[in-house]
Structures are given as structure tokens and as C-alpha cells.
């Protein structure tokens, strides 16, 4: 099993920035991509972006340019640097962890308990 805990959301205004964590812990040698995932109210969903074990990194248009995910394998974490933050950034935040192959998940896979984070106008 793993454990994704997730930390850093928060409420700022438009153009501001937030950087959000997430620390895996258990079996976390069955992980090679970690990914942050967010979710609004009466959407589904979906990917912000994601980075493997060999460093290659994928964005969603709607963010590329303005967050930067990273991560430090020795302290099994991944960050999501966000700036220029915007209303519609607006939403809950989870952390994935997992195997990836050529971009798509494969299970096992396992989920943080998300958090939230609000961009007021």
C-alpha cells in the first residue's frame, strides 16, 4: 500500500501563487510517475500534470507556462509550483501516484486525499 499526503492549498487572489505537496509513503517502489489531479464542483476530473521517475513531465494546456510540477526521489515528494493563479484554478487538488506507460495509468494506482484551492477575482 501507499500514502499520499498532500499539503499547501489555500485561498490567494488572482496572479498570486501557491505550491502545493505531496509525500509518498509505504511501498512507494511500485511507483514510477506521481501526478496532481484536480476537481471543481459539477466537473470531472482532470489531469494538471504529471512526472516520471526519469524526469519527463506532462502539463494540460491550461496550465503550461504557469505551474511546474518537480519532484525529489529521495524524499519521495512531488510539487506543483503554481503562479499567476487564476479563478479557474479554482479546485480541489489531489496527488497521484502510480505506474505510467506511455502516458496512461495502470493500476495499482492511489489517490491523496486532496486539497483545496481557491483563487478569488
Known amino acids: 500500500q501507499v500514502q499520499l499526503v498532500e499539503s499547501g492549498g489555500g485561498l490567494v487572489q488572482a496572479g498570486g501563487s501557491l505550491r502545493l505537496s505531496c509525500r509518498a509513503s509505504?511501498?512507494?517502489?511500485?511507483?514510477?510517475?506521481m501526478g496532481w489531479y484536480r476537481q471543481s464542483p459539477g466537473k470531472q476530473r482532470e489531469l494538471v500534470a504529471h512526472i516520471n521517475r526519469g524526469g519527463s513531465t506532462k502539463y494540460v494546456d491550461s496550465v503550461k507556462g504557469r505551474f511546474t510540477i518537480s519532484r525529489d526521489i529521495r524524499r519521495n515528494t512531488v510539487y506543483l509550483q503554481m503562479n499567476n493563479l487564476k479563478p479557474e484554478d479554482t479546485a480541489v487538488y489531489y496527488c497521484?501516484?502510480?505506474?505510467?506507460?506511455?502516458?496512461?495509468?495502470?493500476?495499482?494506482?492511489?489517490w491523496g486525499q486532496g486539497t483545496q484551492v481557491t483563487v478569488s477575482s
Open positions: 497521484r501516484g502510480g505506474r505510467t506507460v506511455g502516458g496512461t495509468w495502470y493500476p495499482p494506482d492511489y
Open positions: 509505504g511501498s512507494i517502489f511500485s511507483i514510477d510517475t
